[in-house]
């Protein structure tokens, strides 16, 4: 064979950094391509996240915290489970909710160590 008879083929096209995921179609939007990988994907998507939005505005639980960081509070445990341990303790740290009430980490000064209260067991001092 000569090289006139053998032809060769031609370079294939590069792709684009950015590849769709296989079985997805392209979308092209400000000479970028985004990949979609359908429309009633999308609606769902949006119609979810409205959902999601419009739940956690109504939701009661997404309230803030009643004491803040440095505040003095009484405490009062519960009779079963150390009933010694009440009285004036400082919020050290916000720790998230346990269910229906948020949890403070406290500290009395004189003891060595902190304890994890409910908000429910709680109160300003006067």
Avoid: C, W
Wanted: proline residues 6%.
């Amino acid at each position: 064979m000569n090289k006139r008879s053998v032809k060769s083929k031609p370079a294939k096209a590069s792709r684009s950094p950015a590849k769709a995921s296989r079985g997805s179609v392209l979308r092209k939007t400000d000479s970028r391509r985004v990949p979609v990988k359908s429309e009633a994907s999308a609606v769902l998507a949006v119609a979810v996240a409205t959902v999601a939005h419009q739940l956690a505005a109504r939701s009661p639980s997404l309230r803030a915290h009643k004491f803040r960081v440095g505040q003095t509070v009484l405490y009062t445990s519960s009779p079963i489970s150390r009933p010694g341990a009440s009285g004036t303790y400082k919020v050290v740290k916000l720790l998230p909710s346990d269910g229906d009430d948020y949890q403070y980490r406290i500290k009395n000064p004189g003891e060595a160590f902190e304890r994890v209260a409910k908000e429910s067991q709680l109160e300003l001092e006067h």
